[in-house]
């Protein structure tokens, strides 16, 4: 059973924290005494962060897909603070629209980011955190349970890091570390705000039963993201009524496959103008990344 353990003097390394979920995860994190690491494709806003913090920080500008960059960010950051005791797999992008009019390279770039960056960060910081028996949190969704029309990439994407979490919690629980799950439904943040932006992305979540259809303020799920890593656990839901969708997401994609062929007649004629690229303040700057690495 998961029991609670201080995170006061714990350093713990967050991934995509310039905004949205990272930042405030990390603010949180600091409050409770834990020293934070920030890695993201933003400096200076992961710099502003990093100087808004309680407690000890740094912060590192890596591409979360780039397997070297991100070995390089584990050894300095436990060169920087001695240990590593808890990483959160936060970063992620996303994009919507039909899959038959999708862009090929914003759809891959969601999976590389989402799914693929997640396995690197994992890859880079288990040496570090087998080392301090420590507690590793991939954040993945709504979308890991039930399947969507028009998020083909970060539905695929959430499904693919929540198995991959699982297959990992199995393989190093004997060496001491922790894998937890995160799902969140839709949160207030920059990528949904910018999804919100399309008019049919944003009518189409709006038809979504309740509690689906709504936005959920960030704060109350981001406690609920930092009482999971207090208790180490294996999934961590920032929403009350996520947790009940385990039950019955066997039936999901059955009902969505209906359901969505209504939708998708109804909104036929207006698919085409669906905007293909990443969505939101964090997509724009995964589109200017440049150079690769640190």
Known sequence: MSHSYSLE???AVVTGGARGVGELLARKLSARGANVALV??????????????HTESDWWHADVTDHEAMVQVAAE???RFGKVDIVVANAGVASGGPFVDSDPEAWRRVIEVNLIGGAVTARAFLP???????????????????????MSAYCASKSGVEAF??????EVGHRGVRVGVGYLSWTDTDMVRGADEDEVMRELRRRLPWPANRTYPLGPAVDR???????????VYAQWWLRGMQSVRGYLPGVVGTVGQREMRRFGPRLGAVRRG????GGAAD???????V
């Open 9 to 11: 003097g714990r350093v």
């Open 40 to 53: 993201g494709l933003e400096p200076q806003l992961l710099k502003d962060v990093a100087g808004r913090l």
């Open 77 to 79: 950051v436990k060169e």
């Open 128 to 150: 570090v955190l087998m080392e301090s028996r420590g507690y590793f949190l991939q954040i993945a969704s709504l979308a890991a349970i039930t399947p969507a029309p028009m």
């Open 165 to 170: 979490a699982h297959c990992l919690r199995a």
């Open 225 to 235: 993201l930092v009482a999971g890593i207090e208790r180490r656990s294996a999934h």
């Open 278 to 281: 990443l969505v939101g303040a």
């Open 287 to 293: 589109e200017r990344r440049g150079g690769r690495g």
